[in-house]
């Protein structure tokens, strides 16, 4: 069972920027590839990016692409994801999530999930 702890969100104005973090409890972590989802008020839960385990891959949804960059630091156990140029768009609740196999924008490849962030952009 992997604990994951999401941290980081906050209210921000449009233009600016966050960093958020997800904490793994386990160090199997790195055996894992992780991604960032999020759901919007009324909306579905939808893909954000992932990571392989080793970091090499990345992948995205195209309308954060270029503006988000998802890295981890296997050695902290700590998955991120720094978030600039933020539109009012991207409000939402931001979830972590781990997955065997490689990055992937399935949800339902993923095992674990956290909580959740709360991600607020004003215009």
């Known amino acids: 069972q992997v604990r994951l702890v999401e941290s980081g969100g906050g209210l921000v104005q449009a233009g600016g920027a966050l960093r958020l973090s997800c904490a793994a409890s386990?160090?199997?972590?790195?055996?894992?590839?992780m991604g960032w989802f999020r759901q919007a008020p009324g909306k579905e839960r939808e893909f954000a990016s992932a990571?392989?385990?080793?970091?090499?891959?990345?992948i995205y949804t195209n309308s954060v692409k270029g503006r988000f960059t998802i890295s981890r630091d296997n050695a902290k156990n700590t998955l991120y994801m720094q978030m600039n140029s933020l539109k009012p768009e991207d409000t939402a609740v931001y979830y972590c999530?781990?997955?065997?196999?490689?990055?992937?924008?399935?949800?339902?490849?993923?095992?674990?999930w956290g909580q959740g962030a709360q991600v607020t952009v004003s215009s």
């Open positions: 999530a781990a997955a065997q196999g490689m990055p992937t924008a399935r949800s339902e490849e993923y095992n674990y």
């Open positions: 386990e160090r199997a972590f790195s055996m894992y590839a």
């Open positions: 990571i392989s385990w080793s970091g090499v891959t990345r």
